[in-house]
């Protein structure tokens, strides 16, 4: 079993900055990726950003420039850093693990960008 959990969320102003942050436990496979989903209600889930073992990262179009995915693989963690954020950046984001050939979700936390 794989635990994965986030933290960091809350309520932030637009144009301001969060970090997420998100730790695995247990059972855990070699790691082939980490990152970040998000849901916004009404919308599907969808991939934010995600890095590889080796570092190589992935950013949805919304979100470039705006965040950054960083990890310590040694401490089964990673970061999500998000800047400049918007009305629409608002959504319940999910850290994610896929390795030995299986996705591990965490259980979320609500990001909320209002004034």
């Known amino acids: 079993q794989v635990q994965l959990v986030e933290s960091g969320g809350g309520l932030v102003q637009p144009g301001g900055s969060l970090t997420l942050s998100c730790t695995a436990s247990?059972?855990?496979?070699?790691?082939?990726?980490m990152g970040w989903h998000r849901q916004a209600p009404g919308n599907q889930r969808e991939l934010v950003a995600r890095?590889?073992?080796?570092?190589?990262?992935y950013y949805a179009d919304s979100v470039k420039d705006r965040f950054t995915i960083s990890r310590e693989f040694g401490k089964n963690t990673v970061y999500l850093r998000m800047s400049s954020l918007k009305p629409e950046d608002t959504a319940v984001y999910y850290c994610?693990?896929?390795?030995?050939?299986?996705?591990?979700w965490g259980q979320g936390t609500q990001v909320t960008v209002s004034s």
């Open positions: 890095i590889s073992r080796r570092g190589n990262t």
């Open positions: 994610t693990l896929t390795g030995g050939f299986r996705d591990y």
């Open positions: 247990g059972t855990i496979p070699s790691i082939d990726y």
